[in-house]
């Protein structure tokens, strides 16, 4: 089957239904989306978005503290954007109907790591799920707007579908749209789209321990890899300090607005530790928070360290953290009472498709924004609750831009159906899913918080067996769902692993032990 459309929008996260509503203006849009359409990183934001909207607070500080985040690595002109445009942008949010938390009639500002103000707009810490409401509600109201719930994007189509040999180093690549598969008929469809924008977010499922939930695969960057775009600064994933160490709780967050509400890391000695590693104490970044927690669990040779607000007002714990204290009480914890068991998690990933202020890849009419680009924000290490702010910045920079280019192109009809001829339907899941295990595992013990060369070479071997049996199986076998995914999260974990080798220092998020310090020699982008 094949679909036309102006706009081809992978992904209903902030970035993708930003993107879309703006572009709705000047066409027809189809979003396509692997699950419900609610169901993204998106929609499980705690903690807020960072923006400057309190008059003691200034556009300097926020860049600043963004800048100083970044270790040297964020793209100035892009932090000048996102933080300028914050004020707009929740601006837009309250305009369709968030219900951010307000405090005697403003809006409430929650703090957070390496912020030196409080400025972090939020819906209590269900922030994410307030934000996709409203977004979805905006976006039924637009009849132009076509949304393709259960439909997996497999690949970008490019000239080489039209047999043409692509390479990286071409400038006249073009995207025409994606080949989606229908996950309930079991079909593999033809978008064709004049304009295509991935949105399809992070790569966290690629680590045993993540925050993120299941659908964030990294589908979107192994995708424009293999149609050869330019993929940046993978060595850096963010860990978020404190994921909740509990084995039936799935890695579930603990927002970072529970330190900026007063939250104290303690040892298993009771030993609030965190002024030894950081004059910010609890505050620091978070490159520093997980790396103090890592070491302290190490030296212990505990699973776990503790978040405390048992000296905090029980009203207030609930009041502020209801969605915290509800799922911490359905495990059986109540955090009003007793200290939480954390560890670090993985949560964010700062690398990913570059592109330019307006949202370009080095793809023609392939844009790209949200957790799957590389815009240049967040540099070396994101600073807590700029990632909403730059999905929705980026998203109304890249439609304008879409909304100029969809003018002077025409849709490619000549594009051919997928062919998976010479493939069968075998269905051996075991394969897939102890593969999927077994790359999660590799990426946790070897290119976690802190990795050294032997260590990232180990998971590079390994993770080449996989890349080749996985590649073998593919080509055997008719596409789903798992079987991609896993691919995805090979291509991923191969970028994250050989972008870890080639940067020689120690810098925000990439921690290697064989080059502990910072050498202002690598003081540039790692590109794939
Ligand atoms: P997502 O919201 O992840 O959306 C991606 C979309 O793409 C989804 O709809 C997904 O189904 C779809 N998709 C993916 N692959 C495919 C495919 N192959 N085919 C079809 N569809 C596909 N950031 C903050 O700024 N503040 C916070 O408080 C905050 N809290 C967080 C808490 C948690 C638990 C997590 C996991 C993240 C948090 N973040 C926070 C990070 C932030 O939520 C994300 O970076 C941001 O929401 C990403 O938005 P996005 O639109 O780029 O991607
Ligand atoms: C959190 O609430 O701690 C998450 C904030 C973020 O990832 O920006």
Known sequence: ?????????????????????????????????????????????????????????????????????????????????????????VGKLLE???????????????????????????????????IERVLLKEIAKRPNIHIYEHHYALELITQHHLGKRVTRYDNDT???????????????????????????????????????????????IAMAYRAKARVANMEFVQFHPTSLFLPEANSFLISEAVRG?????????????????????????????????????????EDFVYLDVTHLPEHDVIEHFPNIYKTCLKYGLDITKNMIPVVPAAHYLCGGVVTDLDGRTSISALFACGEVACTGVHGANRLASNSLLEAIV???????????????ISLNTEIPDWDDSGTTDTKEWIEVSHNKKELQQIMSDY???????????????RTFLLYEEVESYYQRNKVSVPLCQLRNMISVAYMIIRSAQMRKESRGLHYNVDYPKLNSAELHDTII
């Open 447 to 461: 290119v976690g918080i802190v990795r050294s060369n032997l260590r990232l070479e180990r998971a590079f071997r």
């Open 96 to 130: 369709f109907g968030a219900r951010f938390t307000k405090d005697d009639g403003e809006l409430h500002l929650g703090k957070e790591g390496g912020h030196s103000h409080n400025r972090i707009v939020h819906a209590a810490d269900m922030t994410g799920k307030e």
């Open 174 to 220: 073009q995207c025409f749209g994606a080949y989606v598969l229908n996950t309930k008929s079991n079909q593999v469809e033809t978008f064709l789209a004049k304009v295509t924008l991935l949105a399809t977010g992070g790569a966290g499922q690629v680590y045993r321990h993540t925050t993120n939930p299941e659908i964030a695969t990294g589908d979107g």
């Open 394 to 408: 980026f998203a109304n920079k890249a439609a304008a831009s879409a909304a100029k280019m969809v003018q002077s």
């Open 261 to 301: 509400h007063g939250g104290i890391l303690r040892n298993h000695k009771g030993e609030a530790f965190m002024a030894k590693y950081d004059e910010r104490k609890d505050l620091a970044p978070r490159d520093i928070v997980a790396r103090a927690i890592d070491d302290q669990i190490k030296k212990s040779g």
């Open 1 to 89: 089957m094949k679909h036309s459309f102006d706009f081809l929008v992978l992904g209903s996260g902030a970035a993708g239904l930003s993107y879309a509503l703006q572009v709705s203006e000047f066409g027809s849009v189809a979003i396509i989306t692997k699950k419900q359409k609610a169901e993204s990183n998106t929609n499980y934001a705690q903690g807020g978005i960072a923006a400057v909207v309190d008059q003691y607070d200034s556009f300097e500080k926020h860049i600043e503290d963004t800048l100083d985040a970044g270790a040297g690595l964020c793209k100035l002109d892009s932090v000048e954007l996102i933080v300028k445009e914050g004020p707009v942008a």
